[in-house]
């Protein structure tokens, strides 16, 4: 998977937000691992941009590494600086699972309650709507489906 190749504006604006960022994963002298390489795939899914500590002290086999991963994880190289390397890969996009049955959520509304005395702040009430309610016109809270009747219940009246 070759790596992303990035204009210089692009590479500039990555390189501002990895400023505050912590390093995630932690390479150790033993250098690239297949267990290295996974869990940096895995940050890179699921941050986009990370940074990588090298233990090492050669700056040759740093920038090896840093190449190398930026072109087997098919990542954008952003910035080596001393043992840190920066890298990044657009998140892919989560795929959402589509309920069919599920109902819709409870909902917060503001309601105000005029006074009958005149010059007064109204009273600001919070009333939490579930899936299966409605909000009357006076402010009160109802079913919105009647509770269905039994049959047995109904040929007794």
Known sequence: MPQIQLTIAERKAHRAEAHHLDPVVMIGNDGLTPGVKKE???ALKAHGLIKVRVQGDDRA???EMYLALA???GA???QHIGKLLVLWRPKPPKAKAEDEERMPGPRDFKVLKYSKRGGQRPEVKTLR???NQRLTPGGQVKRAKPKQKSVKKGRMT
């Open 40 to 42: 940096i795939d895995a």
């Open 61 to 63: 086999a740093r920038e």
């Open 71 to 73: 072109d087997e994880l």
């Open 76 to 78: 954008a190289p952003i």
């Open 129 to 131: 709507v579930l899936g």
